[in-house]
């Protein structure tokens, strides 16, 4: 395995090949494998293109050859920041085919967080698009190879600039006369680095392997019952591992489904093609579905295609689930687990108390599950406690970062999730984040990198980012602040002053509480669950 990557203990691994949950497939077979039995179906609707299963590989083999002809070699790093789209799926596969490892970005990060990710993972490449909206890609990419001379290969799905090679260039690129077929990767080498929710200032790198992630995506689609008759909506970054294989287009993929990829995230625009595609699955989260409740949409469009809408990312509240339930005719599906590994997932057949409660429950039945006390010690079914877990697909430990991985795994390889869940049988009901985590619609933010940034402003003195209830997003971010002797900060002065940092902007305040003293533990702790309380006093109060 890739140098730098904990392994699966051997025993464990052969347990898990022997009772076929790795399959010794990689990412990009798991496709073919689909595309064979049906080349002509439609695997992928993006505005007006469709494309079938034959067609797609295709194309991402050819693009597959592009980069190898650009000099991008297996086990190579490549940052991926696409928005969702085509080039999207073709750059996922084609990099899966070559055994090269995408490192999944999503489109709202910044010059930070992308320097983060390239450093940490060593990239050798780095893949854009040109302008979205009034943010230009091609600059920040210009800026990151001045900054990292191992970055060898920026390319841009638009119009690269100098030096840039543009995408569609590659799949014209034709592989040397005689020069043998790409090699094949080994399906236990690392095949994909997805993003930590970030319990540290940046997010952690989370090596999948072909043989776990094909199984993650393989389980997860079974769970949510797709089959080859499903229609898939992606609206949510498909670089997130919820939309790429929990179960996403890689479940989709798998059963040979069609995905059809959202134009935008406009509500009329979603039901207008829920309608015109006979969409029977969306995956979405808490802010999106709010929304289309408050906005009566079901009234407006047919919705009789709907089978199943997906949550993910954030708890949707029982309320929610129930009227999407009677005003949508379709289940809700609660999507519930981390980009580590463990998924869990409520089923169509489970009863209403587990379907409109619960979190779900494991989709595999190789799952380890357990939760623990402050002592790490198990609890009793119904009581609180942090959700540990190991498993075939969840993994050992995180890329290059020892440090990190002795405060994350618990003896024997057992993953802290940090979330406080109480379990009932297999099912587990999420309460809310052990560590210091704002959840903003599924994105979370960490206080301590925010907090760190706010304390090199001037006129603060002391700051604690909490969290405050959102009606849509569940949460948003609220700074506290004690100033300096005086100095009186505005919100817009300190959200601008962020900016200047460079920095993902749902990572941004929305409120700013001005305070003269903070609640302190004994030991001068500031004591957070208190001063939530207070911010929520104050908004209920008008101030």
Known sequence: ?????????????????????????????????????????????????????????????????????????????????????LDFVYVYLALARLGAIPVMALRAHRHAEVRHFIGASSAAGYVVADVIGSFD??????????????????????????????????????????????????PGEVATMLLSGGTTSMSKLIP???DDYVLNARLCAAAAGFDARTVLMAILPLGHNYNLASPGLLGAFRVGATLVVAASTDTEEIFAQVQRERVTVI???VP???????????????????EIVQNGGARLPPELRARLRSEFGCLPQEIYGTAEGLINMTRRDDA?????????????????????????????????????????????????????????????????????VRRRGRHVYAEGRRKDLINRGGEK???????????????IKVVALVA?????????????????????????????????????????????ELMTAFPLSPVGKILKRELREIVEGRIAGGA
């Open 137 to 186: 890609y091609r600059e920040m990419a210009d800026e990151m190879r001045a900054a990292f001379p191992a970055l060898r290969h920026v390319v841009v799905a638009g119009e690269p600039h100098p030096g840039q090679v543009a995408l569609r260039s590659l799949y014209d690129a034709s592989p040397d006369a005689g020069a043998a077929p790409l090699p094949r990767p080994d």
């Open 283 to 285: 995956a979405a989260a």
């Open 208 to 210: 999948r392997t072909h």
């Open 288 to 306: 999106l579905i709010s929304n289309w409740l408050a906005a009566g949409v079901a009234k407006r469009h047919d919705v009789s295609s709907l």
């Open 1 to 85: 395995m890739l140098d730098g990557c904990v392994p699966w203990p051997e025993d464990l691994a052969a347990r898990y090949r022997d009772a076929g949950l790795w399959e010794g497939l990689t990412i990009f077979e798991m496709v073919e494998r689909t595309a064979a039995r049906m080349p002509e179906k439609i695997a992928v609707v993006h505005q007006a293109s469709r494309v079938s299963y034959a067609a797609l590989v295709a194309n991402s083999s050819r693009l597959a050859d592009g980069f190898f002809a650009l000099g991008i070699r297996p086990l190579d790093r490549i940052v991926v920041q696409l928005p969702n789209g």
């Open 445 to 459: 933010i960490n206080c301590d990198e925010i907090e760190s940034l706010l304390y090199t402003h001037p006129k």
């Open 352 to 420: 209403d108390e587990e379907l409109l409660h619960s979190s779900g429950a494991p989709v595999s039945d190789f799952d380890e599950i357990k939760v623990v006390g402050d002592d790490d010690r198990e609890v009793a079914d119904g009581e609180p406690g942090e959700l540990v877990t190991r498993g075939p697909y969840t993994i050992r430990g995180y890329y290059r970062a020892p440090e990190k991985n002795a405060e994350a795994f618990l003896p024997g390889g057992w993953y802290r999730m940090g979330d406080i």
């Open 468 to 512: 405050m209830s959102d009606p849509v997003f569940g949460e948003k971010a609220c700074a506290c602040v004690i100033a300096q002797p005086g100095e009186t900060p505005t919100l817009p002065e300190l959200v601008a002053f962020l900016r200047a940092q460079r920095i993902a902007a749902f990572k941004l305040p929305e409120r700013l």
